[in-house]
């Protein structure tokens, strides 16, 4: 039973330059999630998904990022003309339900480099 | 808004020493809680959870009692191992808003 799959891994852009960040739920689950981590940092919420809705995105910034899961595919979250401010890592996790009380799955996450 | 506060690291232990590492948060309703574990460049794991009060969740020696009158979840182990040396995330989730809050981690290293 896979779990939770995030590509790249490691993802270096220049400034101004776009980044794509792919995260596949565990099967079965409908719930995604995004986290963004600072160096040296705990995990800060970015953004909640189910399939072609956005539930909650009070964690994202208001201006370059976006973040969607389609009916069909990976959820993405994007980030345009990234700055040096954007390196961190990524984090995806899925749930099968959305409850409070259900564990949220974690990906590998990727570690994106502003150059 | 909701919060969580972990025990300022890093931690440094002995092989077979206790571990504690405090967690207390704030929150309004009934949060289930959370701890994570983060070794070495990958993600998240789950290693316990409680989701109401006096509940213990317990997982590789692991264990932490969801103590409402303290607002606490500390993580003890009563005999640690080199394979612990991680990073430890409290987090919280609460019914209301499925997003988990996080503490700042606290950076484990047991020694031989």
């Known amino acids: 039973n896979a779990g939770v799959m995030q590509n790249p891994r490691h993802l270096v852009r220049r400034r101004g330059q776009e980044a794509r960040l792919r995260c596949s739920p565990m099967?079965?689950?409908?719930?995604v999630y995004w986290y963004r981590q600072l160096p040296e940092e705990g995990l800060k919420f970015m953004v909640y998904?189910?399939?072609?809705?956005?539930?909650?995105e009070s964690g994202m910034p208001k201006e370059r990022f976006s973040a969607e899961f389609p009916k069909e595919g990976p959820s993405i979250l994007r980030i345009q003309q990234v700055v040096r401010g954007d390196s961190a890592a990524y984090f995806c996790?899925?749930?099968?339900?959305?409850?409070?009380?259900?564990?949220?799955?974690f990906g590998p996450g990727t570690r994106l480099t502003v150059l | 808004g909701n919060s969580v506060t972990q025990m300022e690291g890093p931690v440094t232990l002995s092989e077979e020493a206790f571990l504690t590492i405090n967690c207390t948060y704030t929150?309004?309703?009934?949060?289930?809680l959370f701890w994570y574990v983060q070794y070495p460049g990958e993600g998240l794991q789950l290693l316990l959870k409680?989701?109401?009060?006096?509940d213990k969740g317990s997982n590789k020696g692991f264990e932490a009692t969801y103590r409402k009158e303290t607002t606490s979840f500390h993580l003890e182990k009563g005999s640690v191992q080199v394979s612990d040396s991680a990073v430890y995330f409290c987090?919280?989730?609460?019914?209301?808003?499925?997003?988990?809050?996080f503490g700042q981690g606290t950076r484990l290293t047991i020694n031989p």
């Open positions: 996790a899925s749930s099968p339900s959305g409850a409070g009380t259900d564990t949220q799955y």
């Open positions: 099967k079965g689950h409908s719930h």
């Open positions: 929150a309004t309703g009934y949060p289930s």
């Open positions: 987090a919280l989730s609460d019914l209301g808003a499925q997003k988990l809050v």
């Open positions: 998904l189910q399939k072609e809705n956005i539930i909650d």
């Open positions: 409680a989701t109401k009060a006096d």
